[in-house]
C-alpha cells in the first residue's frame, strides 16, 4: 500500500487560490496513477468526483469543470503530488483527498486514501 498525507487545505475568499499538497511514501512504483478527489458536503464516499490525475509516464488529465482554474503536478523526486487551485468558487467547497492507484484499475475500487484536507471558499 501506499501511504498519503494532504496538506495545504483552509478557507478563502472568493477568487483566492490555494495549492495543496500530498506526500506518498511505500509502494509507490506499483500504486504508480495518483489523483485528487474531491467530496462535497452532504456526499458519500462514493461519490467523491475525480477532478485531476497524472499517470506513470506524466501524462495528466484535469476535469472540464475545473481545467481553466486548477493544475496538476509532481515532483518525483520528492513522490509529492501538487494541485494548484486559482479562481476559487464557493462551489469549490469539499473535502479533497489524494489517491494513489494501479494504473489501468478503478480508482474508486482501488486506491489508497489519505485523509484529506478541507477547502472553505466563501
Known amino acids: 500500500h501506499v501511504q498519503l498525507v494532504e496538506s495545504g487545505g483552509g478557507s478563502v475568499q472568493a477568487g483566492g487560490s490555494l495549492r495543496l499538497s500530498c506526500a506518498a511514501s511505500?509502494?509507490?512504483?506499483?500504486?504508480?496513477?495518483m489523483g485528487w478527489f474531491r467530496q462535497a458536503p452532504g456526499k458519500q464516499r462514493e461519490q467523491r468526483e475525480l477532478?485531476?490525475?497524472?499517470?506513470?509516464?506524466?501524462?495528466?488529465w484535469v476535469a472540464d469543470s475545473v481545467k481553466d482554474r486548477f493544475t496538476i503536478s509532481q515532483d518525483n523526486a520528492k513522490n509529492t503530488l501538487y494541485l494548484q487551485m486559482n479562481g476559487l468558487e464557493p462551489e469549490d467547497t469539499a473535502m479533497y483527498y489524494c489517491?494513489?492507484?494501479?494504473?489501468?484499475?478503478?480508482?474508486?475500487?482501488?486506491?489508497?486514501w489519505g485523509q484529506g484536507t478541507q477547502v472553505t471558499v466563501s
Open positions: 511505500g509502494y509507490t512504483y506499483i500504486r504508480a496513477c
Open positions: 489517491g494513489s492507484w494501479r494504473c489501468g484499475m478503478n480508482p474508486y475500487s482501488d486506491a489508497d
Open positions: 477532478i485531476a490525475d497524472v499517470h506513470s509516464e506524466g501524462a495528466t
